[in-house]
């Protein structure tokens, strides 16, 4: 069997496509959409994803700004920008960009984001109201794992999925949306005894552990839906050239650069076993920020009338 690769990529353009052409319509009510990102410190990685946060927000057309604050804010201060943001009519999504420094209370930050603006769905309203089937701002990686299942055709209604990882951002929210299209759900973490013989009853099986490589071909049932959230980057060569023996490009890439990206399942053997996989990168990424715009939009809508048509 050819497994077939879920271009996260080219599902992304269209999203994208669809939320630009919402933000042309709100246009006619006088509104522009507008997400704020709040980023605390220097690092270096935080810097890159604001960055590709608002790029999005340019190519949709919506209204985006940075403010940055220095790593010796502290949480009162911090809390007082997240204060005025949630009072400013322009700005319908707010993002606090995480980690933040270790000296900031981060669960109190993001519990004054106003549920409404919460466009990460980190707060606890929201994610007590995506637990309770409400509707609600749901975090972003795990929407993007249903929009490329819905968008690839692929049946989620009445299969098993198997979600390993339970982590609040990803395998829990991850775990519920599947759980409210249907599925019938089994969530594994790093206490599950047997994980391969729980994973390979999965018809749609989802990696969230941050290990590389870590499911194999025993972890993969035959012609299952492989979608791979693991970004873990890789420098030592000969892991590289053991997990992408089948990949020459990759390897002449490596090879150039001293580093290469690879999820949380085999990249050799998730090819053979699946009958659709996301690959790394190229898969689930692209479709974090597309949700992060689609859920600022969603987030906009407040301020339409209740039947215009950006209210998709
Ligand atoms: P996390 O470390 O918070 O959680 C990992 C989870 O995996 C935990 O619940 C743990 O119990 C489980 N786990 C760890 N080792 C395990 C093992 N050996 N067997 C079974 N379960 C195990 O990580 P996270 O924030 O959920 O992120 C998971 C991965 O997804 C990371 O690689 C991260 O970089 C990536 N990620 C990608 C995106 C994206 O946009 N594509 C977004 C967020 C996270």
Partial sequence: MVARILDGKAIRDSVLAELASR??????????????????????????YVRNKIRACDRIGAHSETLRLPAETTTPELVAVVEDL????????????LPLPGHIDAQR???????????????????????SGQACLAPCTPRGLIEILKRSQIQIKGRHAV???????????AALLLLAEHATVTICHSRTPDLPTVCRRAEILVAAAGRP??????????????????????????????????????????????????????????????SAYTPVPGGV??????????????????????DAPMRA
């Fill in 109 to 131: 930050v993001l519990g004054c984001v106003s549920p409404e603006k919460d466009v990460d769905g980190f707060h606890p309203v929201n994610v007590g109201k995506l637990a």
């Fill in 23 to 48: 933000v042309e319509q709100a246009a006619h009510y006088g509104i522009r959409p507008g997400l704020a990102a709040v980023l605390v410190g220097e690092d270096p990685a935080s810097k890159i």
């Fill in 213 to 274: 490589a870590m499911l194999t071909r025993e972890h993969i049932g035959d012609g299952a839906v492989v979608l791979d959230v693991g970004i873990n980057r890789l420098q030592d060569a000969a892991t590289v050239h053991r997990l992408f023996a089948h990949d020459p490009r990759r390897l002449e890439g490596f090879d150039k650069s001293g580093s290469t990206l690879v999820g949380d399942v085999h990249p050799g053997d998730v090819a053979q076993c699946a």
């Fill in 285 to 306: 990424g692209p479709l974090t920020i597309a949700m992060l715009m689609s859920n600022t939009l969603a987030a906009a809508s407040r301020r339409t009338p209740a």
């Fill in 163 to 173: 979600v390993v990882g339970r982590s609040n951002i990803v395998g829990k929210p």
């Fill in 86 to 97: 949630n009072g400013r009519e322009d700005i319908d999504g707010i993002l606090v960009q």
